[in-house]
Antibody, heavy 118, light 107 residues
Framework: EVQLVETGGGLVQPGRSLKLSCVAS????????MSWTRQAPGKGLEWVAS????????YYPDSVKGRFTISRDNAQNTLYLQMNSLRSEDTATYYCTREEVAGGFDYWGQGVMVTVSS | DIQMTQSPASLSASLGETISIECLAS??????LAWYQQKPGKSPQLLIYGANSLQAGVPSRFSGSGSGTQYSLKISSMQPEDEGDYFC?????????FGAGTKLELK
């Protein structure tokens, strides 16, 4: 059974940093691109970052480029999201997602809440 | 960025009714279109990928169609468990983008 379990969320002040982790199980982790997607309270979905299966390439939207870094440890089946210079608009539930080869995110974690507030 | 215009924003359907949700991309996305269902307090679930491929375990009353810039999700017979929010998403080009969502309720 595929499982994605996120940890690391919490309350953080604007301008500070936070690192999210996602432990994957039930599939061959290093065969898949992985991503982070977020959802602000009561709002829609926003893609945040993607990383290739080897970790050699990463992709971000302009809203987080230069502040967020996605990375992975294939030996530990773990995906990370380092978030720096956090802003109030980064407040959201962050989901770890597996990318389906033909497009779309076929598995989602349970989500972890990040609240940026003073 | 590719804009995904999803309609309608909300929809109320009777039991057994057939409904459709539309997604219009601002440019061609070559069927790199996925549909998700999200229930309150839960993570989204993939329903359709590649515009018309049914994800494993998803009931056959769900179907997707479309090409180019126009795509749709059809539920052929509304069931109580189909209530929730629905989102489309393009993965043709970075940044991946989602539609704003459709709230589906049982009448």
């Amino acid at each position: 059974e595929v499982q994605l379990v996120e940890t690391g969320g919490g309350l953080v002040q604007p301008g500070r940093s936070l690192k999210l982790s996602c432990v994957a199980s039930g599939f061959t982790f290093n065969n898949y691109w992985m991503s982070w997607t977020r959802q602000a309270p009561g709002k829609g979905l926003e893609w945040v970052a993607s990383i290739t299966n080897s970790g050699g390439s990463t992709y971000y939207p302009d809203s987080v480029k230069g502040r967020f870094t996605i990375s992975r440890d294939n030996a530990q089946n773990t995906l990370y999201l380092q978030m720096n210079s956090l802003r109030s608009e980064d407040t959201a539930t962050y989901y770890c997602t597996r990318e389906e080869v033909a497009g779309g995110f076929d598995y989602w974690g349970q989500g972890v809440m990040v609240t940026v507030s003073s | 960025d590719i804009q995904m215009t999803q309609s309608p924003a909300s929809l109320s359907a009777s039991l057994g009714e057939t409904i459709s949700i539309e997604c219009l991309a601002s440019e061609g996305i070559s069927s790199y279109l996925a549909w998700y269902q999200q229930k309150p307090g839960k993570s989204p679930q993939l329903l359709i990928y590649g515009a018309n491929s049914l994800q494993a375990g998803v009931p056959s009353r769900f179907s997707g169609s479309g090409s180019g810039t126009q795509y749709s999700l059809k539920i052929s017979s509304m069931q109580p468990e189909d209530e929730g929010d629905y989102f489309c998403q393009q993965s043709y080009k970075f940044p991946y983008t989602f539609g704003a969502g459709t709230k589906l309720e049982l009448k």
